[in-house]
């Protein structure tokens, strides 16, 4: 019986919210090389994949998080799939932006979070986990408790998993990079040759090269 992270990881390959490239790689904004592209905003163009991340997330909260009593999505990615978990569990929304607002208020979180409250993250994609913590840093700035973080999906970085456990911020994903790289395989998106560079990406993605450029 699949899991929910592979049948996520299914649907993002399907709908083409998740692409990979081993043989001809994406170029990131940060100069990366890299064999995989991720926009999950794709998702929301799909009402059922959407309604599956909303419950999926949900669930997520109400077993790992029941103390939670507000919801706070990371612009801009997850601002929509925030709020749909926040109206699926009744409970309060805002949003953190990633630099203040430039003119009125300079708002960094827009929405009312009140010190105290416990606030669970919502995320659509964790790399690096710079940007994600950057919000988790917001929130505690604002007199709030972050209980935990949820996201659609997650690359798995050894460097993301240090920085979360500094952190002390309790990530909980949806699917990842382990389980999609099954489901590629096992829906003949990728070869098992592919595998092995698929892999060897993740263990160090700043450093990594494509197959021709090392020969060369």
């Keep these: 019986m699949k899991t929910a992270a592979q049948l996520l990881a299914e649907k993002l390959l ?67 799939i925030g709020a749909l978990v926040a109206d699926t569990l009744g409970l309060p929304y805002a949003y953190v932006r990633s630099t203040p607002k430039d003119h009125g208020l300079e708002n960094l979180i827009e929405g009312n979070l009140k ?40 690359y798995e970085f050894p460097i993301s998993v240090k920085r979360f456990r500094d952190a002390n911020v309790t990530l909980i994903p949806l699917s990842n990079y382990s389980a999609m790289l099954e489901a590629a395989l096992h829906t003949d998106y990728i070869h098992q040759d592919d595998l092995e560079t698929l892999k060897e990406w993740r263990k160090d993605p700043a450093a990594w090269t494509p197959r021709e450029q090392k020969i060369l």
Excluded: H
């Design 14 to 80: 399907q709908i083409s919210a998740i692409k990979l490239q081993p043989e001809n790689p994406f170029i990131w904004a940060s100069g990366w090389n890299s064999p995989i592209y991720t926009d999950n905003r794709k998702t929301l163009s799909y009402p059922d994949i959407r309604n599956f991340i909303k419950v999926e997330m949900s669930r997520i909260v109400l077993e790992n998080f029941p103390e939670a009593d507000a919801i706070a999505g990371v612009a801009t990615g997850a601002i929509a």
């Design 115 to 154: 010190p105290g409250m416990k606030v669970v993250v919502v995320e659509d994609l964790v790399s690096t986990g710079g940007s994600s913590l950057k919000a988790v840093e917001a929130i505690r700035n604002a007199g709030c408790e972050v209980v935990g973080m949820t996201a659609i999906f997650t």
